[in-house]
T-cell receptor, first 114, second 114 residues
Framework: DAMVIQNPRYQVTQFGKPVTLSCSQTLNHNVMYWYQQKSSQAPKLLFHYYDKDFNNEADTPDNFQSRRPNTSFCFLDIRSPGLGDAAMYLC?????????????FGPGTRLTVL | AQSVTQPDIHITVSEGASLELRCNYSYGATPYLFWYVQSPGQGLQLLLKYFSGDTLVQGIKGFEAEFKRSQSSFNLRKPSVHWSDAAEYFCAVGAEAAGNKLTFGGGTRVLVKP
């Protein structure tokens, strides 16, 4: 089945230690998104890629970076995680940027910062 | 800018009873509206979506939603709830002008009593 895969499902890191979260997709979609979801809150968009075109949300901290080496993979890098970065990180994909295109979500990576 | 309000943070319903989750949106143009469900520790799954046309939309798992432009609402309903419907439900609005950015409501957590 075509899907969105996130690895690892659970990630523990130390305060200030860089961490990378991975997302891959078999849907061949052009757009990939990263959302942050804190406990009992709605998902919040961090940034998205339309093909290789990177689009950062205005309020996304500089501590968060992303890479998309090819169509299938997208990475979220947190350069110096703080306690406030503990959250579920959701990757999503869509065929195009129009709101007509459904977003397909992965299962998420739960990040713990010690 | 678009916004979404889900007035009910928690709802408890008995198995077999009907369920209605409220969603109000604010958006200057014709909205694209979505309902997603999130089971504990999982990603988001699309239940249904409204783009145009018939204001009563059928989705998966027996859910339906009705778009009411005059009330800026998009309420989700299910006639008879199953224990497996216990989850968090998110209403979202898509902004065509913002590159398919989804803005989510705060979510409603549904508990199902036996």
């Amino acid at each position: 089945d075509a899907m969105v895969i996130q690895n690892p499902r659970y990630q523990v890191t130390q305060f200030g230690k860089p961490v990378t979260l991975s997302c891959s997709q078999t849907l061949n979609h052009n757009v990939m998104y990263w959302y942050q979801q804190k406990s009992s809150q709605a998902p919040k968009l961090l940034f998205h890629y339309y093909d290789k075109d990177f689009n950062n949300e205005a309020d996304t901290p500089d501590n968060f970076q992303s890479r998309r080496p090819n169509t299938s993979f997208c990475f979220l890098d947190i350069r110096s995680p703080g306690l406030g970065d503990a959250a579920m990180y959701l990757c999503a994909t869509s065929r195009g940027r129009s709101s007509y295109n459904e977003q397909f979500f992965g299962p998420g990576t739960r990040l713990t910062v010690l | 800018a678009q916004s979404v309000t889900q007035p009910d943070i928690h709802i408890t319903v008995s198995e077999g009873a009907s369920l209605e989750l409220r969603c109000n949106y604010s958006y200057g143009a014709t909205p694209y509206l979505f309902w997603y469900v999130q089971s504990p520790g999982q990603g988001l799954q699309l239940l249904l979506k409204y783009f145009s046309g018939d204001t009563l939309v059928q989705g998966i798992k027996g859910f339906e939603a009705e778009f009411k432009r005059s009330q800026s609402s998009f309420n989700l309903r299910k006639p008879s709830v199953h224990w497996s419907d216990a989850a968090e439900y998110f209403c979202a609005v898509g902004a065509e002008a913002a590159g398919n950015k989804l803005t989510f409501g705060g979510g409603t957590r549904v508990l199902v009593k036996p």
